[in-house]
């Protein structure tokens, strides 16, 4: 069987001494990718020469600057632009991808080809919480495709969850959904993969095949502290779903309660503006007041009481870093 091409991207910005493990996890893996991306996005450290050094050792390695600092979206969208592959997989220039990954979510692709992307299990640290849990283990028990209309069931149920990383998209699909928009911030990639997939389905592989740490220092970390930011953020989600391109996307959003992991501050956009009260569903009433009980309590819960809930509930990794995809999320 023929796997479908792959461009893996990576936009870095002064993180020269972290790219050699980053590309290492690539090089490494069963089945390689088309090409490999690294942009240089203005650093002012070693990075270029560290880029170019990676891309002797290998043909897959392809290096690239930006004549200025343009930021990590506009640098996300000119590497959907140099890219060829089929599929687009974004890397922080800090992140290593776990072995495997390439192969089991081309293979699955490949059987798939009308999915806006395919994600797996993430396997999440909160280093100032002192937590780790695993996000996506509801999903499903086996490797599969699923529908926008099986998608809406799972949503209704709490359970349509999986994290960007690591996450393959479908390039095309990705451009012409409009890429990823820079007055939506840290939470564009969400907003292009799942307008996305509620159109045309996604693939999952219920395996931890990625792993992220949450820092309050990052780019999302800080704008996550920014009450008014987010709130701006929020409402220009609601704003671009309103677009006629995205309407059957919240059509399935909205029946099934999809903005509702954005909290109390979602939940009152769309309480207290009148364009936006089709969203209020009973559906989204109540898991929206659920996720935001629950981020209120595990600032006031002692990390000791929340390792607790997250083993009972079934997020917790097990040793050696199996999920147990069983559980729902």
């Known amino acids: ?68 600092n343009l930021g990590v979206i506009a640098s996300m969208n000119r590497g959907l632009d140099l890219a060829t592959g089929d599929y687009f997989l974004g890397l922080a220039a800090d992140d290593c991808l776990l072995p495997g990954v390439v192969e089991k979510m081309l293979k699955l692709l490949a ?12 396997h999440c640290r909160d280093a100032g919480a002192g937590l780790e849990y695993l996000y996506g283990t509801g999903v499903a028990d086996h490797a ?24 393959m998209v479908h390039r095309q699909q990705l451009v ?33 095949l990625g792993e992220f740490t949450k820092d309050s220092t990052s780019y999302s970390g800080r704008g996550m502290q920014n009450t008014a930011e987010r709130f701006a953020i929020y409402r220009a989600m609601l704003d ?22 954005f ?29 935001s009980l629950r981020a209120e309590v595990k600032k006031l819960l002692p990390a000791s009481l929340s390792r607790l809930y997250f083993r009972l509930a079934g997020y917790a990794p097990r040793r050696g870093g199996s999920a147990s995809p069983a559980k729902a999320h």
């Not at 998608?151 to 990383?165: K, P, Y």
Request: hydrophobic content about 40%; aromatic content about 10%.
């Open 144 to 167: 599969c495709y699923l529908s926008p209309d099986e998608m809406v069931r799972l949503s209704r149920a709490g359970r349509m969850h999986m994290f960007a990383t690591p996450m």
């Open 240 to 261: 671009h779903l309103a677009r006629p391109q995205y309407q059957e996307a919240a059509r399935r959003m909205r029946e099934g309660a999809a903005l509702a992991q």
């Open 1 to 68: 069987m023929k796997l479908p091409s792959l461009t893996i991207f990576v936009p870095n910005l002064n993180h020269g001494r972290h790219l050699p493990a980053c590309v290492a996890s690539v090089l490494s893996q069963s089945v390689l990718p088309t090409e490999l991306i690294l942009l240089d996005d203005g650093s002012t450290d070693d990075s270029v020469a560290v880029m170019e050094s990676l891309a002797r050792q290998s043909p897959v390695v392809k290096v690239y600057r930006n004549e200025r």
């Open 176 to 208: 012409a959904n409009g890429k990823y928009y820079p007055e939506l911030k840290w939470c564009t990639d969400w907003f292009a993969v799942w307008t996305a997939g509620y159109q045309t389905g996604v693939c999952h592989v219920p395996e931890v």
């Open 263 to 291: 909290g109390k501050e979602m939940l009152w956009l769309v309480l207290r503006h009148r364009e936006y009260r089709h969203f209020l569903t009973p559906v989204y009433l109540w898991q929206a007041s659920w996720w």
């Open 111 to 122: 059987h798939h080809p009308q999915a806006a992307f395919c994600g797996a299990i993430t």
